[in-house]
């Protein structure tokens, strides 16, 4: 069977996304096909290695299909599910190379899905999993946090940082933040004890002694970090060149998010009791991909941009 979707014929950006029909996939043991009714930008993810070849380095074939975050709506289970049935509203991450929720239809595995927050609309939970599951991971299970610990935060109103001083505020934390002047009143109302105008101060200027740095910036941002720590303190960094980094240091003070749908109902759980809130730009039809990437490059973007695949 056929679906509808955006994808990429050859090797390229989003410049090079096409609209068509492609096959329908089919869930295996353990998988769960989901009616996608909408999925995220990442503008990174053309760049990712993931995206062209798969596990052992191999091309991966074409057409291959973006956006590996979604909300949508059960239609159908493979073998070896039991925590899910038609006709139930998801939410949820699939597997980094296989191919993603741009389209109609997309398989995931029954570990990487939750039950969509019932405050939220298809569209605006579909930019949350990412994110959330980015902030959540790093903090607490790399970064270790704990209540009564300083933690600053890099980037913080962007779609990672504005979930991490939400989460790191529940937890307890005292959080610094750092971000450009026209959005520190934006994230000393998401929850940041004290916020830094990274554009006029040299955040290593005011502070020090921090338990944690969490880096969604990465470059010149991560170097200068070092600096703030306490003796034992820990740096956690997902920005994407820093895996790659000749630092071993930065090496391993990087990380790359999972998907892990337990955690993803507690965030549901969080979002539905008003302890955490969700932030969508804009929204694009799924034909309007290649827009809805534009707009994301132009930068000045709270939150994420969501294409709606189905009303």
Same mark, same amino acid.
């Given at each position: 069977?056929?679906?509808?979707?955006?994808?990429?014929?050859?090797?390229?950006?989003?410049?090079?996304?096409?609209?068509? +029909?492609?096959? &329908?996939?089919?869930?295996?043991?353990?998988? @769960?096909?989901?009616?996608?009714?909408?999925?995220?930008?990442?503008?990174?993810?053309?760049?990712?290695?993931?995206?062209?070849?798969? =596990?052992? %380095?191999?091309?991966?074939?074409?057409?291959?299909?973006?956006?590996?975050? !979604?909300?949508?709506?059960?239609?159908?289970?493979?073998?070896?599910?039991? %925590? !899910?049935?038609?006709?139930?509203? @998801?939410?949820?991450?699939?597997?980094?190379?296989?191919?993603?929720?741009?389209? +109609?239809?997309?398989?995931? +595995?029954?570990? %990487?899905?939750?039950?969509?927050?019932?405050?939220?609309?298809?569209?605006?939970?579909?930019?949350?999993?990412?994110?959330?599951?980015?902030?959540?991971?790093?903090?607490?299970?790399?970064?270790?946090?704990? =209540?009564?610990?300083?933690?600053?935060?890099?980037?913080?109103?962007?779609?990672? %940082?504005?979930?991490?001083?939400?989460?790191?505020?529940?937890?307890?934390?005292?959080?610094?933040?750092?971000?450009?002047?026209?959005?520190?009143?934006?994230?000393?109302?998401?929850?940041?004890?004290?916020?830094?105008?990274?554009?006029?101060?040299?955040?290593?200027?005011?502070?020090?002694?921090?338990?944690?740095?969490?880096?969604?910036? #990465?470059?010149?941002?991560?170097? &200068?970090?070092?600096?703030?720590?306490?003796?034992? #303190?820990?740096?956690?960094?997902?920005?994407?060149?820093?895996?790659?980094?000749?630092?071993?240091?930065? *090496?391993?003070?990087?990380?790359?998010? =999972?998907?892990?749908?337990?955690?993803?109902?507690?965030?549901? =759980?969080?979002?539905?009791?008003?302890?955490? &809130?969700?932030?969508?730009?804009?929204? !694009? +039809?799924?034909?309007?991909? &290649?827009?809805?990437?534009?707009?994301?490059?132009?930068? #000045?973007?709270?939150?994420?941009?969501?294409? *709606?695949?189905?009303?």
């Amino acid at each position: 069977m056929q679906m509808r979707a955006v994808y990429l014929a050859k090797k390229g950006g989003a410049e090079s996304l096409i609209s068509g +029909e492609i096959r &329908r996939p089919d869930p295996e043991s353990k998988q @769960v096909m989901v009616n996608v009714h909408a999925t995220a930008i990442i503008r990174a993810e053309t760049q990712w290695v993931s995206t062209f070849q798969n =596990r052992s %380095g191999a091309a991966r074939p074409f057409p291959i299909v973006l956006g590996h975050e !979604f909300s949508g709506v059960v239609e159908s289970i493979g073998p070896n599910v039991s %925590g !899910f049935e038609a006709g139930v509203e @998801v939410f949820g991450v699939n597997d980094w190379f296989s191919n993603g929720a741009q389209a +109609e239809y997309c398989v995931a +595995e029954e570990t %990487g899905l939750a039950r969509k927050p019932k405050s939220l609309n298809h569209t605006e939970a579909a930019v949350v999993p990412i994110s959330a599951l980015t902030a959540w991971q790093g903090l607490f299970e790399r970064g270790n946090l704990q =209540r009564g610990q300083r933690v600053l935060i890099h980037g913080a109103a962007g779609s990672v %940082g504005m979930f991490a001083v939400q989460l790191a505020r529940w937890r307890g934390a005292n959080v610094i933040a750092t971000a450009s002047a026209n959005n520190l009143n934006f994230v000393q109302a998401l929850g940041s004890d004290e916020v830094i105008d990274y554009q006029k101060t040299k955040f290593e200027d005011l502070i020090c002694d921090v338990e944690l740095v969490f880096d969604p910036v #990465g470059g010149e941002t991560l170097e &200068r970090s070092w600096k703030v720590l306490k003796p034992d #303190g820990k740096v956690v960094t997902v920005a994407t060149a820093s895996g790659e980094s000749g630092d071993s240091r930065v *090496r391993d003070a990087f990380m790359i998010v =999972r998907a892990d749908g337990a955690q993803l109902a507690q965030i549901a =759980r969080m979002i539905d009791a008003g302890e955490l &809130r969700v932030f969508l730009e804009q929204t !694009f +039809e799924l034909d309007q991909a &290649r827009d809805a990437y534009a707009r994301a490059g132009k930068g #000045g973007v709270r939150g994420k941009i969501a294409l *709606r695949v189905l009303d």
